[in-house]
């Protein structure tokens, strides 16, 4: 099984920052080198935002975030991050960590994720 949880979420004007993280658990966490951050917004399908390897470090991310958002992670921590700069009212969802094997932005791929965190952007 793999564990995910999700912080750092919150309200936050536009043009504001955010970082959230990702933890990670489980006996099987290590099958899964691909982590993903997904956004589902009131009405709207849940999109990828950005994903990276835990291997090689290589990232994804969606145009809508692109020079804004950067995903990193801690291997040593099994945390993964996504830095938010530059928040924009569209930004606001809920955000998912999840865990998968390839680098893919269908969110049915990723068996594994965590339970979301809010990010509120206002105007």
């Known amino acids: 099984q793999v564990q995910l949880v999700e912080s750092g979420g919150g309200l936050v004007q536009a043009g504001g920052s955010l970082r959230l993280s990702c933890a990670a658990s489980g006996r099987t966490f290590s099958r899964y080198g691909v982590m993903g951050w997904f956004r589902q917004a009131p009405g709207k399908e849940r999109e990828c935002v950005a994903t990276i390897s835990r291997s090689d470090g290589s990232t994804y991310y969606a145009d809508s975030v692109k020079g804004r958002f950067t995903i990193s992670r801690d291997n040593a921590k099994n945390t993964v991050y996504l830095q938010m700069n530059s928040l924009k009212p569209e930004d606001t969802a809920v955000y998912y960590c999840?865990?998968?094997?390839?680098?893919?932005?269908?969110?049915?791929?990723?068996?594994?994720w965590g339970q979301g965190t809010q990010v509120t952007v206002s105007s």
């Open positions: 999840a865990a998968g094997q390839l680098m893919v932005v269908v969110a049915g791929a990723y068996p594994y």
